[in-house]
């Protein structure tokens, strides 16, 4: 495999619910007591579950198992409250039923869920290794340890499982994935095993390009028939879509999809086998092992056992049902070893065995020679075991098979204290690697409430001890080691804590270890953070080379390195380590850079939340808010939508909520996009900040209406202002009615000025006018524009010409040279008697120069929204100078299909494009052909043969724009006949008559009259092939006219060669496809395929297609299979009327595709 696999790199881990255990969330009997610190194995972890796995009725042998974990809930439930999991602080502990650790390092991997959050919600499945035997019914007990924000290094977990991507096995793109038993290929196009290489290099399966039974038939799963489609068989590229789910270092997983998304199948490979579920199955299926055990079959010496213990030879073929247990193994005495093969699930199908060619296996289950017989939703495993006698096998078998295993986690408990009593704490920088292997530790952090710690003193598990705060070991041995400190206080107690350390290496040639180590994770900008990769390994001992990627763009080299974040954000930090032979180990962390202390800007952060409905939203910003003032400002698309006023509350430090709500209080039929801002609350001048602008929260006590606008509210101004813009928002929900700011000058009518301010809240036609107080936040800016922090603004007060929607948007000119991203927006007095807001209003509102508005009002007296003119103030931010504005969008869309024959209908899918702050306003696609449109989604069809270039163009709501494109191929359509790919071997189109015998034949030039039956080799050149067939596929169709007494039928196409020239019929070849079952009646159609390698052939001898056929003939026979012929003078009605049979007035074409080729279509035939 070292010739194969030339490097590793990490993948992103999608999440796939695949629960082998059933879980039970009820308390675990007798495990929730409390704990004292004397039982607590890591003061490192301040949380701890205890779970029990039982066995069920089979016995196990170092089985996987799979925990799906909530561990959010489990931190709240232990009191931790909201906090954020230390992923990598999980450890798993087996323990006696008397809750002590009997083994300090349990192997497993967590993957987390698609959604995975840290904070929020830390859920997955946790992947364990029950190490060596665990009888029928019997119970082993763990403690999961958990922490947050522990910081500590990896768990001790050896590899026994890893996963390369894109090693190129046979021809095609590959994972290969090294266990500790052996190591296999899979195929990513085909969705089949190619390979499975045991520890001696044996391949026990051998696929190769070479033609039938010494390679290409050769695969494992091998599991849909070639009649409908051959999915999941190595060799078949384009056939199958294989992702990675997870990689080690217990369990791979691989999902595979057919091409026609019919089929799916999920793999987990395992440290010694392999288990497969067929997730989506079209039809009948069978599970097949083809292959070459121990590297060659051998008919003489390799032995085939079933799970009875019946032994053959594996030159003897069987059919049978396997009675009782569904499996069999195939040994190889000369190597002592064996593969076995097994279904999770007992039936009475018949399975079968057989040599082909005497070069590989034909194992099916669910087999009946070309029949299928399984389906539904199943489990497989197929595995490596040294031995050969059943006795051995037979338990791991069984143990691989079991499905009924199941877990219970029990109460979560937090780590207990006791003032009297030091808290010792064992840090180490690692805690897994190959020999010699050597750790720094550290007992500094040790604490006691009673006084300072006076001695350490640490014992290494291997007979090694040291004294000190500080100390370092080196392990010369392989084997799992507890690490133990112990710490005297002054007061003379003692406390002790525990770490576990693997030492060891159980995959051969096994890629470096990267270990990446940070001082800091998070910080202000600009954060320098010093990285070092020093304690990373090769097993070999060879010499690294490293590699860093910042994540910001940023790279560098070397075993230190140092780097400075500039810009808030959480970025990914990956080391990349690359040992003599090519093969890589990564090691990554999560460096979190908030912004620079101070820096909350004393103006604007904006922004736009998309799909705000009902619900709160939360928007979390990117700065921390002594006083947060929040104005949010709702778009309406077109005047069609419902009206809806935006409410805010608990603004507070890094984040507030968001909702949209209906005056009326009926249910939206939609979300809505919402512009906002955020300022500190404060007063803002020229000379310190830049801008003439004050930031107010207050409590309005009072409530304006419809008939009933003098209530004021008067606030005072901290600056004096020329022209004072006033916008606001209520910010709290005390009340659940709505209700929106409003802000008046000396009158109702007229907006604030400069000598006089209302400021409060109104409730429209409302007829209910009660509000309970309400904070509002509004803000004074002095109208202009202007540029702080790169942040571009321009505030006014529009002309009294905002009015209803029906007749939006009322434009607003802004001034050159900006490029607006957001505005918010408020009523400037209210010349309207029935009150309203203003609202962002169009598909574009902040089009180039241009702020689109109206006016909106609510219907609860009525259903008109028409208004009259209203001032509205508004508040336009952008960009401008190279500040940090409007970002553009991405394009991005799907093609399918992307290749095929002429007319080609193409469907594009351009609904992933996005825009990160604001929305795709437009799309434009360009064909390539001259053939446009604006859909998200067109479906297109090309006519001419060609490579065209399909264009995407979205353009956001700020008038960027982004391109994509792909590469559409286009076929000539095939004329009739075929092309030089595809071959019409046959077309009979006349009515079969008794005399034709049921085996009609027809040549390339034959005639109905002619009625040829069998035509000497050579004599018809047109017989050959342009190109070889042999891996081919036929195409089979029945257009039936008439037929006397309309009946079922079952019709076969075969093909018939002489060997030689002169051999005759005694040495001919003869080969068929499988029967089709077809109805007689007027106008039915039947189609089917076979797969040319996979057909009936006498003696097992293939056509050779690239020479003469001497005749093709179809048989046509009763439902009982027997042919419906007076065959040579025999007469073989088999109690069959002929006259009920013929004239059978019926066309039966047969077409050939080569191997790779899509057929173009029957419309061409």
Known sequence: MDNKIQARRTVTRPFTALALLCLLLSGLGGASRNASADDWWSNLHDYRVPLEVTSGS??????????????????????????????????????SSAGTAINAAVPFQFDPAPDFNATSNAVGELVLLMEGSTPSSGRRNFQIYFAAGAALPAPPVLPRISVTDGVIDEGESSFAVRTVAGDWYYHKTSGGFSSLEDRSGNDWIGYSSAAGASGDYRGIPNLVPPASGGYFHPGRPGTAQSSLIDRGPLRARIHSRSADSQWATLWEILPTHATMTVTQAAGKYWFLYEGTPGGTLDLNTDLVVRSNGTQTKASASWKLDIPGEEWAYFADPGIGRSLYVSSHQ??????????????????????????????????????????????????????????NVTGTLGTPQSRPQDDQKPVARALAN????????????????SSCVCGPISTYAWDFGDGGTANGALASHTFAQEGIFTVTLTVTSATGTTSTDHFAVVVGALLPGEGPQAVLKSNVASGSAPLTVELDGTDSTDPDGGTLSYSWDFGDGATASGPFASHTFTQPGTYTVLLTVTDSQGRIGTDSAAINVTPAVGSAPPVFHHGRVENVGEAWKTVALPYAYKDPVVIASVRYPDAAVQPVVTRVRNASGNQFEVRVQNPSDQSLARTYSVDYTVVDAGTYSLAEHGIKMEAVKATSTKTNAKGAWTATETRTYSNSYTTPVVLGQVMSANDADWSVFWARGATKDSPPSPSALSAGKHVGEDTDKTRANEAIGYLVIEAGSGNIGGVAYQAGVSAPIVAGIAAGPYSIALSSGSTPSTAVVSAAGMRGGDGGWPVLFGANPLAAGVLGLAFDEDQITDTERSHGAEQVAYLVLGNEGGGTGNLPPVASFTASPTNGTAPLTVSFNSSASSDVDGTIASRTWSFGDGGTSTAVSPGYTYTAAGTYTATLTVTDNDGANATASKTITVGSAPPPGGTGKELKVFDWNWPVIEDDRGFPKVEAVAKPSSRIFEMLPGSNGDWTSPVDYANGTLHMRVQVNSQPVPQAMKIQFCVWQWETPTSGWTTSRETCTPTANVQGTTGNQV??????????????????????????????????????TNYDGFVLWAGEDPKEWYPLDARFTVVAVPKGATFSGWSNY
């Open 58 to 95: 089979t016995a196990l042998i170092d089985k996987i198992v799979t925990i799906p974990i909530d561990l959010t809930s489990l931190l709240m439930q232990a009191g931790a409250g909201s906090t954020t999991l230390d992923v990598r602080s999980l450890r798993v502990l087996e323990t």
């Open 346 to 403: 007992s039936d009475s199908l018949i399975d079968m065995y057989r040599p082909m060619d005497g070069a590989m296996t034909i194992f099916g289950l669910g087999r009946d020679q070309v029949n299928a017989l399984l389906s539904g939703e199943r489990r497989f495993s197929v595995g490596l075991v040294d031995s050969t006698q059943i006795g051995a096998i037979a338990p791991v078998v069984r143990s691989a098979s079991a499905d």
């Open 430 to 445: 690692r805690i897994a690697g190959p020999v010699p292997f050597t750790i720094n530790v550290n007992g500094g952090t």
């Open 1087 to 1124: 189609i089917w395929s076979a797969a040319i390698p996979t057909m009936w052939k006498k003696d097992g001898k293939p056509i050779v297609w690239t020479d003469p056929r001497t005749r093709y003939g179809i048989a046509i026979k009763n439902t009982s299979g027997v042919p419906v």
